[in-house]
């Protein structure tokens, strides 16, 4: 029992929040390794007219 | 005048402050649409995140919770990461695509990938349906909440909620849309916190919840639901949460904020933010259902655990915060509605097919135009309220996500899809997700109409004209394919070589003064 919940309950419900911030974390530092190797100065900035 | 009823006023007044200050900003099509493609990270995640949510995640969401337990939680679940994926999938390549493709609306940028305007009739067709249905349920529900928190009539309360949407809408155009986003975001994730907090301490802690649940019934507790009503209905389970984990995908008034972002290298921080605020927000409501089977055990409808529950922690003040969120939910999504709506008409029917050499301002004008109409249509329909409207609402997110989750995926992901593909995925999808609606399969609708929707796309992709060497080229360019190297690496690279020449120099030099080493 985790929290008064059986343990597959609390896996199933309430362990998503801190695996997704985890996921977005790891997601993050890949992306950003990416975005350093990238010129994306034509695409940045607001479009002028 | 009772307290809610003014800080609801004064919540309106408020939102039509930022409508009137971005009013000036939005000069050309592009800013009016797009808000001119200069969206940062945190707005682009709340505008994203409150459009997606609806006001069903304050009303029917803890029903749910409040009848079947913590197995509500599964739709949680789902919407949670949906984030993720719409970001992190999407983000980067469709900013970076739609603006090589020089398109302002989701219809455009299907029709200029495929390169066929067979795409942009059916998508708009498409579009326009689900918009219809969509914006039709989020005005019925702006009314009825209205109706049920405030005591309004309900065609006073239409008029009242849904014009200070419109107006908004109407004069600010992207800028007022997504500034209103944060703010709704920020107090719709606040007042659920708030209320979240109290009421599990009013409990005695997550532990005590749980212990009170399991005295009452011990199937609260079970990932099967109350009753173990759902044991072994893996399809359900499936399709909860895969609906909102990839439904987002499909959705045109969702995936357009990608096309706003100030930047492809915004994606990432945008996840972040986007991630947070889902976690602090998407489980909260559910949990206080949860909460309302021991704090309100006789209540006598479900949908109003929040509001019911805000009443009885806070004073009257902080309690009308907490329903302003509730609206707030609402308007965030028919706000982005009504503004995608514009944009279909004036940019895929007008500019593009009407009258092609129409001016930015009458482009413009033809947005607010639409928006006035369809607002004053919906608004209409939603008062007379005729039998079976609410089957219309029942197809609209199905059909839109199931037509065009394939087609936007692989427009950036797949050089291979071709117009064929893109049509028999978006005509096969959003069929199949139809008509199993309308045979009473709803519950597995969203999952064969997705699975329909990829095989069609990758059958038909192997069939008709083949997408062009220099679509491809930009498919690889927004991949970031033989990207130019970043100018900080570049300017790394050459201070490196700088020394290792430097180096070699002072080599050569010594060797024609000292041959013998």
């Known amino acids: 029992m985790i929290f008064g919940m059986p343990t597959i309950s609390f896996l199933a419900f309430l362990s998503w929040p801190l695996t997704f911030t985890v996921t977005a974390l790891i997601i993050y530092y890949f992306m950003a390794k990416q975005d350093a190797l990238t010129d994306d100065s034509e695409f940045e900035g607001e479009v002028k007219h | ?517």
């Open chain 2, 1 to 517: 005048m009772r307290i809610e009823i003014i800080v609801l006023f004064v919540y309106f007044i408020g939102m039509i402050g930022v409508g009137l200050y971005w009013n000036k900003r939005a000069k050309s099509s592009e800013d009016y649409m797009l808000g001119g493609r200069g969206m940062g990270p945190f707005i682009t995640a709340l505008t994203l995140q409150t459009t997606a949510m609806s006001g069903y995640m304050f009303m029917g969401g803890p029903a749910l919770a409040y009848s079947v337990g913590w197995f509500a939680l599964f739709y949680a679940v789902g919407d949670a990461g949906g984030g993720i994926v719409n970001i992190a999938v999407m983000g980067r390549r469709m900013r970076r695509l739609s603006q090589m493709l020089d398109c302002i609306s989701p219809v455009e940028y299907l029709e200029k990938r495929y390169e066929s305007k067979n795409i942009k009739i059916v998508a708009s067709v498409i579009t326009i349906f689900g918009l219809a249905g969509y914006i039709l349920a989020q005005f019925l529900a702006a009314g009825k909440t209205l109706a049920k928190l405030f005591d309004f009539p309900l065609a006073p309360a239409l008029i009242i909620g849904v014009g200070v949407i419109l107006f908004y809408t109407f004069v600010g155009g992207y800028f007022a849309v997504a500034w209103t986003d944060v703010i709704q975001g920020i107090i719709m994730v606040s007042a659920v916190i708030g209320v979240l907090v109290l009421s599990v301490n009013e409990i005695g802690g997550l532990t005590a919840l749980n212990t009170k649940l399991a005295a009452i019934d011990p199937t609260y507790l079970s990932v099967w639901g109350k009753d173990l009503q759902y044991q072994g209905a893996w399809g359900v389970i499936a399709s909860a949460v895969l609906i909102y984990l990839i439904g987002y995908v499909g959705l045109p008034h969702v995936v357009i904020k990608h096309m706003a972002m100030e930047s492809p290298k915004a994606a990432k921080t945008t996840l972040l933010y986007a991630t947070i605020w889902n976690q602090l927000f998407i489980f909260s409501p559910y949990i206080l259902g949860i909460c309302g089977i021991i704090l309100l055990p006789n209540i006598a409808d479900k949908e109003m655990v929040i509001p019911e529950l805000a009443f009885m922690m806070f004073p009257g003040i902080v309690a009308a915060i907490v329903l302003t969120a509730i609206m707030s939910a609402i308007m965030s999504t028919v706000a982005a509605l009504l503004l995608l709506t514009g944009t279909v008409w004036s940019i895929d029917l007008y500019k593009r097919g009407i009258n092609p050499n129409a001016s930015d301002k009458q482009v413009v004008f033809m947005s607010r135009l639409s928006i006035f109409v369809v607002g004053v249509v919906g608004i209409t329909i939603a008062i007379l309220n005729p039998p079976g409207i609410f089957m219309l609402v029942i197809f609209a997110f199905g059909v839109m996500a199931c037509s065009f989750m394939a087609p936007f995926f692989c427009a950036i992901w797949w050089r291979k899809a071709n117009a064929t593909g893109a049509l028999a995925s978006m005509v096969l999808g959003g069929g199949t997700n139809l008509v199993m609606t309308a045979m009473g399969y709803g519950d597995s609708a969203f999952f064969a109409g997705a699975i329909v929707s990829i095989i069609a796309m990758i059958v038909g992709s192997q069939f008709g004209k083949k997408t062009t060497p220099e679509m491809i080229a930009m498919i690889d360019k927004a991949a970031a394919k033989n990207a130019k190297i970043a100018p900080k690496l570049q300017t790394a690279s050459s201070k490196h070589l700088a020394s290792e020449g430097k180096a070699v120099a002072q080599f050569i030099r010594n060797r024609e003064f000292n041959p013998s080493c």
